[in-house]
């Protein structure tokens, strides 16, 4: 277990200088995201036009794990339609499971060296588990609540 | 030789390598790690007199009920109470609150009374008198901690009223390292009328401790702090208040006559030990505390201080950091919680730990307390009698390592 696995350049640099950081208001998707057992906190917004992501903001506090991930997320989906986002979501969580090819995912691949740190895993996915549970509550039509990676382990 | 490199060869674990490294173990605020004597007794208790307590005829029921009760006692000497049967065993801490919440808080509180706790309380300090007061219709107020890492007692005076029944305080905090003076806040308590309930389970592991002294009424402490085993501990309580209260858990070994509808129950302690007790545990937690004796209270908080001071000293030259708690080692313990601009504490304790170094990061079971210090989680270091300055020195060279891996990506792109 080497600590550059888990600490990849693009990841620190995400953490160092996180993109798309703030917050939409108005906003199509609203989601808070936490993991209890970190303290780490996000809340990611998202913006539509049609059936497409115009824009995706994050503010939140946590690990450089956490906060990297959320910033590569934002830029990932910015431009894809919801369909698109979803499988992106479901590449992500297979990746993170060791269930799943990482090529496709770009720099997002950088964050499959997390899978050797077990406890960190979840401080990976908790955004993508966010953002698809406010998809999720966007799609049912209900009002959002606050996710947490101890209700969906991902 | 220094304390702790001369006591260090008595415990086994220290001699493991993590990582290909040699450990570096910087977490006995968390759980302590234990002797030789403690371990060989844990083993010599199972292979030689392993029975259940206060119920059997025979040899080695009695050997075990002599040793469990023997155990009482020397707990009750180190703690200075005024007799064994003062001494509760429970599974720790927690425990130990949890049952005076449960036995006396119930009897006793009425809606309106006010329990006063500090900003610096451990949930397990916190969570109880949180479901008595909901249950109750009781209050809480919380003692304010000041920048510095202290109590504000001007605040307590004006928290105190004649509705206060309890003032429930750390002795020594497991995240600030802050010490308590727990006799000046039991006599200003006992003016008003209230009790005093202290959590000693950060006190007792490293200083000599007197109840009388303390002024308290209750104390709470646990043994897998103390170099012993996990699942041990206590609760002491001045008599006529155990004899007041009523039983915690009903079952076994706590009944005197057991009816259809009603029983009536044995004088404390044992009133409060329901069912077969940590027989082992207990036994084994004396022979940590004789050991900690041997070595000597004075010798184990001169060594922690020597430490303490050193740590605070070398962590001033790590760059972008930040001490939680006092920044000086006057009555301060052994736990050092601090922050790092560049870097968030589970990173540094991910870094740290592949140099084989195991301190603690997250909220420590203290949320009120980071809440009031702007944070959400620190990073925190505590020592015990057989670190070193080896261990400090270890610790900071890992510091310097995080600052360098996250400063490296800090560069503007």
Redesign the interface.
């Given at each position: 277990?080497?600590?550059d696995d888990?600490?990849r350049?693009v990841i620190?640099?995400h953490?160092?200088?996180p993109r798309n950081r703030g917050r939409l208001d108005p906003a199509d998707v609203t989601v808070e995201g936490a993991n209890p057992?970190?303290?780490d906190?996000l809340v990611l917004s998202v913006r539509l036009e049609g059936d497409r992501v115009v824009a995706a903001r994050f503010e939140g506090?946590?690990?450089?794990?956490s906060q990297a991930s959320a910033s590569m997320l934002t830029e990932a989906i910015t431009g894809k339609s919801v369909d698109e986002v979803r499988g992106l979501i479901g590449a992500f969580k297979a990746m993170m499971r060791g269930a799943g090819p990482a090529d496709s995912l770009g720099d997002l691949a950088a964050l499959q060296g997390v899978r050797k740190?077990p406890v960190?895993i979840k401080?990976a996915t908790l955004a993508w588990v966010a953002l698809e549970q406010g998809l999720d509550e966007r799609a049912a039509g209900r009002a959002p609540t606050r996710t947490t990676t101890e209700t969906d382990p991902a | 030789m220094e304390l702790g490199a001369r006591v260090r060869g008595d415990f086994p674990l220290l001699a493991r390598t993590v990582h290909g490294k040699p450990l570096v173990y910087l977490d006995s605020a968390a759980t302590s790690q234990k002797p030789r004597v403690v371990l060989d007794a844990l083993q010599e208790y199972y292979c030689r007199y392993n029975a259940n307590v206060h119920r059997g005829i025979y040899a080695i029921a009695e050997e075990a009920t002599a040793r469990y009760e023997a155990a009482r006692a020397t707990l009750a000497r180190l703690l200075h109470a005024a007799r064994p049967e003062e001494i509760v065993f429970t599974r720790g801490t927690t425990e130990a609150i949890n049952l005076v919440a449960g036995s006396w808080g119930r009897a006793t509180l009425r809606a309106g009374d006010e329990i006063v706790l500090t900003e610096m309380e451990h949930h397990s300090n916190i969570v109880p008198w949180q479901l008595l007061a909901a249950e109750k219709g009781a209050r809480l107020k919380y003692v304010p901690v000041t920048d510095a890492g202290r109590l504000d007692l001007d605040a307590l005076d004006r928290l105190l009223t004649e509705r206060t029944r309890l003032v429930a305080v750390v002795h020594q905090s497991n995240v600030l390292g802050t010490v308590n003076p727990i006799r000046e806040i039991a006599d200003r308590a006992h003016a008003a009328g209230a009790l005093v309930l202290v959590d000693a389970a950060q006190s007792v592991p490293h200083q000599a401790i007197d109840v009388q002294q303390l002024g308290a009424d209750f104390l709470a402490f646990s043994g897998h702090k103390m170099l012993g085993p996990t699942g041990s501990g206590g609760l002491w309580a001045r008599y006529e208040l155990l004899e007041a209260m009523p039983p915690y858990h009903g079952g076994g070994e706590m009944i005197v006559r057991v009816d259809y509808e009603r029983s009536t129950f044995k004088a404390p302690p044992h009133r409060f030990e329901a069912g077969t007790p940590p027989i082992a545990g207990a036994i084994v937690l004396a022979v940590a505390a004789d050991y900690l004796q041997g070595v000597g209270f004075e010798a184990i908080a001169a060594w922690e201080h020597t430490l303490v001071a050193y740590a605070l000293e070398r962590l001033r030259d790590v760059p972008g950091l930040r001490i939680l708690g006092p920044t000086t080692p006057e009555q301060r313990g052994g736990a050092i919680s601090f922050v790092m601009d560049v870097a968030h504490p589970h990173d540094i304790a991910q870094v740290l730990d592949q140099e084989g170094i195991a301190i603690r990061a997250g909220h420590h079971c203290a949320q009120l307390l980071h809440r009031r210090f702007g944070v959400e989680a620190s990073a925190r270091a505590s020592v015990h009698l057989y670190n070193t300055r080896e261990d400090i020195d270890a610790l900071v060279a890992g510091l310097h390592a995080v600052r360098r891996l996250f400063t490296r990506a800090s560069r503007p792109v």
């Open positions: 277990m080497a600590l888990l600490y350049e620190l640099d953490y160092a200088h057992l970190c303290g906190e506090r946590g690990c450089s794990i740190f960190r401080c | -």
